[in-house]
């Protein structure tokens, strides 16, 4: 009997994905190649031991004046030949072409500055906890269908009444929902409640771990906007760091099977193998991407359908294939379960972030990928 399965987690982008770190890359800190389409991402302290005293001054004084006036002058050094920054360089990163045009326009540091991916001295990664947590919510989804009643919040989660055979369960939540609502939300669907609040020792997800993936340069500086069916938002903007589409990432999935296995009070709730843990997660995403390319078809977002239709098609090529949808973006559809949730929470938002072109009703959605689990 095994107490321990590890499995290799391999996962092709869809789209873009961002997972931010709470940082945003100052405009001082890099340079925009608008031939080559890069960013040169400089060290600032080596950067400005390549100026001489004057220019020194110069740029600090346009730098007190605001980012756009610093990126204008360290622009203007570069361009003229003054200054070499290739000693200064630390890595170059492709820019999309909505990337560029935003930059250029930008009037203010919310245009210029950006949100970079996790990274380590390798290069930039996606979290394990990122995708764990895509798991845990398909899971939930599951648990919750599988048990058939509704949830309801009173001054704490109750299951509710049986609902029809062919019918979903309804989730009606408080008003507000805080950090200690939600996780007594989870502890409910996923059987670790206690009499007072929860017991974290019977979280199964204690058996779950997943690893940050091996490091990744397939990388571009992109545009993030906000759709709006009346087109009122095609000004709000974010510039982030994401993993391209079809890059390729792989990380690993270890299930700790011991732990379901053991008698005593603090074990987990339940098992999880690999196997049922994929089917969850092909049955809600492929719920959430239905209700997306739903309203991507009643907008006019044919970019985002070529998304939807690239994931039909490659889970109906691979029967062990799997979707995911991970990191910023991925919207209340995918990480709330608001497919359960009852009135007005439960109706599809009114927005879509989008990504990778000036325009957010032609740009791609954020968050998909593909992702297989091979024992290893």
Sequence with gaps: MSFLESYRLSLETLGPIHVGTGEAFPAYSYLLDEKNKQALILDAGRLLELLSLQQQKNYLQAVAQGPKRAQESLHSLWSSGLVDPTPAILRRIPVSSAFIQTVKNATDAAGLE???????????YLP??????ALRTAWMFRRVLQRGQDIEYSDRWRWGQKVPKDDWPLITPPKKIGPKVAQEFEAL?????????????????RQVRVGDTEPSDNLLLNRIGVFHPKATMDGTVLLAETFRRKAQLLSTLRLHTGLAQQKHKESVSHGISARELANACREYYQQ?????????????????LQTYKEL?????????AFPLRIGFGSGRMSIRLALLLEGEEGEEPKTRKTAGHSKPKDSFPLGWAVARLEAS
């Excluded at 669907?189 to 997800?205: C, M, S, T, W």
Aim: net charge neutral; charged share 25%; hydrophobic share 35%.
């Design 128 to 133: 394990g906890s990122s995708i764990k947590g």
């Design 189 to 205: 669907v996923l059987d670790y409640a206690a009499e007072r609040g929860f017991n974290l020792h019977k979280d199964p997800f």
């Design 288 to 304: 959430v991407a239905a209700r997306e390319e739903e309203f991507a078809k009643s907008n006019g977002l044919n970019t985002a």
């Design 312 to 320: 039909e098609q490659r889970l109906q090529a691979d029967p062990q």
């Design 114 to 124: 950006f949100r970079p991916l996790p990274r380590s001295p390798l290069g930039a």
